[in-house]
């Protein structure tokens, strides 16, 4: 636990909560391992409706487990995670060799909201305005805001005066990523959007989860 620890602020959130059943925090990614030694016994929900398929071994799975690994890993495993104590709910929508589109994020973030999801953490997006958003990722996440679910989505890591969607959206929370020391890492994006509704987090060599029960670093929005 101490490598994880190193994050600023996270030892003392864990004295306060490592989280709470009654709040579901859903994950909208690849593929999640659950078997991995990070994950097992956190009764992650995977919800496989939008999920056209693909190996559990690909780049999409490898995201989506460490991902979920940083937010839910059992603190006596060996990637302690953000908040293991909430609900976790996993709704995989990253595939290989298959483009995800912006109607696939709206199918996975209304899934999540069906599934009563008080979080929704989206490591993903397209490089675009908030108005050139499609109108059905639009109405998800208008609907989330009117209900109270807290959508999250990643910045974006190209490393650009850009925005991103659904990050840059009215009502999300935009997250670009930071060493640290806090300094912005040159691959996370800073456009407009993000910088007026944004705040960056740890996002250097984050220690995480990778399929096959081994663990690894990884860097990014």
């Known amino acids: 636990m101490g490598e994880v620890a190193a994050i600023a602020g996270l030892t003392e959130l864990w004295r306060l909560t490592t989280g709470d059943e009654r709040v579901t925090v859903a994950v909208v990614d690849g593929l999640v391992e659950q078997d991995h030694p990070a994950l097992t016994g956190t009764a992650l929900t995977q919800l496989r409706e939008v999920w056209t398929g693909g190996p559990a071994s690909g780049r999409a799975a490898a995201h989506g487990t460490a991902v979920a690994s940083v937010l839910f890993g059992r603190h006596d495993g060996p990637v302690p995670g953000i908040a293991p104590g909430c609900r976790p ?21 209304e899934l999540a909201a069906d599934a009563g999801a008080h979080v929704i953490n989206v490591s993903g997006g397209q490089l675009a305005d908030p108005g050139e958003a499609e109108d059905a990722l639009a109405r998800a996440v208008r609907r989330c ?24 959206l009215d009502g999300v929370l935009a997250v670009g990523a930071c060493d640290e020391a806090g300094r912005p890492l040159e691959m996370s994006n800073y456009g407009p959007g993000s910088r007026r509704q944004g705040l960056l987090a740890p996002g250097a060599n984050v220690l995480v989860a990778v399929p096959g029960g081994a663990t690894g670093r990884m860097s990014g929005t």
Do not use: K, M, Y
């Not at 290989?96 to 199918?107: I, K």
């Not at 805001?145 to 840059?168: I, S």
């Open 145 to 168: 805001r009117e209900q109270g679910v807290l959508v999250v989505a990643a910045a974006g890591n190209d490393g650009c005066l850009c925005d991103h969607v659904p990050a840059t």
């Open 89 to 109: 709910v996993s709704v995989p929508v990253f595939a290989e060799g298959r483009r995800t589109s912006q109607l696939d994020l709206a199918r996975a973030i």
